[in-house]
């Protein structure tokens, strides 16, 4: 059974840095192809797609945010971590991991529950 | 960036119904690499479509997909009430990956 799932800080303060954990089951991060990626939803609005981390090490941001996120994997304990710097109450949302398991142009299969983060000071 | 428009915003069918959400593309979607996605408060997302018409494993075939270049289609054949949702398009072709604002459907 394919599991994903969030956790971290639910409540962190104005210019904090946020880390997010992804830890999953029922897949390896060192077969071809695998990729976790960071999606968030803010109260009412759209997704938004974040970043991703592929089994190989590469890895991809969105534009909008390069410069306050970064990812990180702990194959050996089946994470993928993601750090964004200098939060704001706009970065409120509800964050979710996904996976891909054919490389950069696959659908995202598995989801975790998703995890409400809130920014207020 | 490619972005995507979907519509409606809400959708208002009875059980029974058949149901067509669109998502329409900024510029051409690479390939086939369009999904849909429904989604239901407190649960994780759920991959129903990808390649534009290919349903996700477990997925009904009352649920099918259509469309290419800028322009696609998510229908559902004849509504069951487990169907009421949030739907969502996205583009995996180009980095960065985007999804549309989302459809609510509702009962009416």
């Known amino acids: 059974q394919i599991t994903l799932k969030e956790s971290g800080p639910t409540l962190v303060k104005p210019t904090q840095t946020l880390t997010l954990t992804c830890t999953f089951s029922?897949?390896?991060?060192?077969?071809?192809?695998?990729?976790v990626n960071w999606i968030r939803q803010p109260p009412g609005k759209a997704l938004e797609w974040l970043a991703v981390?592929?089994?190989?090490?590469?890895?991809d941001y969105s534009p909008s945010l390069q410069s306050r996120v970064s990812i990180t994997k702990d194959t050996s304990k089946n994470q993928v971590v993601l750090t964004m710097t200098n939060v704001d109450t706009v970065d409120t949302a509800t964050y979710f991991c996904?996976?891909?398991?054919?490389?950069?142009?696959?659908?995202?299969?598995?989801w975790g529950q998703g995890i409400l983060v809130t920014v207020s000071s | 960036e490619i972005l995507l428009t979907q519509s409606p915003g809400t959708l208002s069918l009875s059980p029974g119904e058949r149901a067509t959400l669109t998502c329409r593309a900024s510029?051409?979607?690479?390939?086939?690499?369009l999904a849909w996605y429904q989604r239901k408060p407190g649960q994780a997302p759920r991959l129903l479509m990808f390649?534009?018409?290919r349903r996700a494993t477990g997925i009904p075939d009352r649920f099918s997909g259509s469309g290419s270049g800028t322009d696609f289609t998510l229908t559902i054949s004849r509504l069951e009430p487990e169907d009421f949702a949030v739907y969502y398009c996205?583009?995996?072709?180009?980095?960065?990956?985007?999804f549309g604002q989302g459809t609510k459907l509702e009962i009416k």
């Open positions: 996904g996976r891909q398991s054919f490389g950069d142009r696959s659908p995202f299969d598995y």
């Open positions: 029922g897949f390896s991060f060192s077969t071809n192809g695998m990729g």
């Open positions: 981390m592929y089994w190989d090490g590469n890895k």
């Open positions: 510029q051409r979607v690479p390939s086939v690499y």
């Open positions: 390649g534009v018409s």
């Open positions: 996205q583009q995996y072709g180009n980095s960065p990956y985007t």
